[in-house]
């Protein structure tokens, strides 16, 4: 069994770069990164994810090291029994714009997004210009986005959130644990569903949150 059901890149401190390309119905058996798995520097430009899926967690991507997605697309994606059903990180700086993330699924936490510093590195998350809809965590908490234990901040702007769900907390969104401020400004989250917290369930904000211009 491999991970990344398409692309397995640990290309030894080099950067991975990806561009203009679609990446379609792949699977990682029993593993992680249901397209792309990989440790290195990844940079997405224009792309399309979509009907990929892993056992575990990463139904599109999973990625330890600094994630940078523009201009891309991630449609109905899927981890099974684990969490990031549209990108998973661990670790790195996470930085996406002007993306669209539809119908991505996990069992556990975050739907769309999930970005998790088990490995203590210095973790900033931006998320600005993009859309999430109708994204969804089978059985746990982060229907559309989960921030969990960063080593950083992170901020939304200029992004709507409308008809995610989550089993448990933070349909919308969802943090546990973030070492610095939460700002989301000029975002919109509608129509949400969570047993708390249907828009954003925000816990364990170690600086300030700011909430501005945002419905």
């Not at 661990?90 to 936490?109: C, E, K, L, S, W």
């Not at 921030?147 to 959130?161: E, K, W, Y």
């Not at 129509?191 to 954003?200: C, E, I, Q, S, T």
Request: overall charge negative; charged content about 15%.
């Amino acid at each position: 069994y491999y991970t990344g059901g398409a692309v397995d890149a640990n290309t030894d401190g080099y950067a991975v770069n990806v561009a203009g390309s679609t990446f379609v119905y792949n699977f990682a058996d029993e593993q992680i990164g249901g397209a792309i798995d990989t440790g290195a520097d990844l940079t997405i430009t224009g792309s399309t994810f979509q009907n990929n899926a892993a056992d575990v967690s990463g139904g599109a991507l999973y990625t330890y090291g600094d994630v940078s997605i523009t201009g891309s697309t991630f449609t109905s994606n899927y981890a099974y029994n684990g969490e990031g059903g549209g990108v998973y990180n661990d670790g790195g700086t996470v930085a996406i714009a002007n993306a669209t993330f539809d119908n991505n699924g996990a069992y556990a936490n975050g739907g769309g997004v999930y970005v998790d510093d088990t490995d203590g590195g210095t973790t900033d998350v931006s998320i600005t210009d993009s859309v999430f809809e109708g994204n969804f965590s089978y059985d746990s908490d982060a229907g559309a986005i989960g921030l969990d234990s960063l080593d950083g901040g992170a901020v939304i702007d200029r992004t709507t959130v409308t008809g995610s769900f989550a089993d448990s907390d933070g349909g919308g969104l969802w943090t546990d644990y973030i070492d610095g401020d939460l700002r989301v400004s000029n975002s919109t989250f509608s129509d949400n569903y969570a047993l708390y917290g249907g828009g954003a369930y925000i816990d364990g904000v170690d600086g300030d949150t700011v909430i501005e211009n945002s419905t």
